[in-house]
Nanobody, 125 residues
Framework: QVQLVESGGGLVQAGGSLRLSCAASGRSFSTYGMGWFRQAPGKEREFVAAISWRGLSTSYADSVKGRFTISRDNAKNTVYLQMNSLKPEDTAVYYC??????????????????WGQGTQVTVSS
């Protein structure tokens, strides 16, 4: 069982930066693949970024590639999402997710077992 708590969201102007954090409970964090997803009002939850259990592999949605960076610190049971050059279309609730197993990074909602409660990111123009 893994519990996830996101933090770091807020209001930022276009072009600004935010860093989201996701703190995980449980002793097996280092064996979980982690992902970030987002959901804007009236839209489906969509993939943003993912990182493998050791942090050796990452994957990004095309819309954030080159602007966002996912990383993890297994000693701190935390995964991060550094978001730079933010755009108004990045406005959404951002969710952290975890999946067990040592496989490749996952990009779909259904592949993740555990979810945080979400943190709001609002980018003003």
């Amino acid at each position: 069982q893994v519990q996830l708590v996101e933090s770091g969201g807020g209001l930022v102007q276009a072009g600004g930066s935010l860093r989201l954090s996701c703190a995980a409970s449980g002793r097996s964090f280092s064996t979980y693949g982690m992902g970030w997803f987002r959901q804007a009002p009236g839209k489906e939850r969509e993939f943003v970024a993912a990182i493998s259990w050791r942090g050796l592999s990452t994957s990004y949605a095309d819309s954030v590639k080159g602007r966002f960076t996912i990383s993890r610190d297994n000693a701190k049971n935390t995964v991060y999402l550094q978001m730079n050059s933010l755009k108004p279309e990045d406005t959404a609730v951002y969710y952290c997710a975890a999946r067990g197993g040592l496989g490749a990074v996952a990009r779909t909602v259904n592949e993740y077992e555990y979810w945080g409660q979400g943190t709001q990111v609002t980018v003003s123009s």
